[in-house]
């Protein structure tokens, strides 16, 4: 995956859950994907899906 540098196993291995996402990592995608830290622990809290809002190119 390019936004985050690592090859196809390595984001297989996060999305799974055998490896963790460190804060690096989540913060590339949040940057990505247009989401905010506070929207996003938000949207867990609430249980709302958020939309991106805007697509990093």
């Not at 799974?16 to 990505?32: H, M, N, Q, T, Y």
């Amino acid at each position: 995956m390019p936004v985050l540098n690592l090859g196809r196993n390595a984001v297989y291995d996060r999305l799974r859950g055998s490896v963790a996402i460190d804060a690096d990592e989540l913060e590339k995608v949040l940057e990505f994907l247009g989401i905010s830290v506070e929207t996003l622990l938000a949207s867990a809290a609430l249980d709302v899906r958020v939309e991106p809002t805007a697509v990093a190119s």
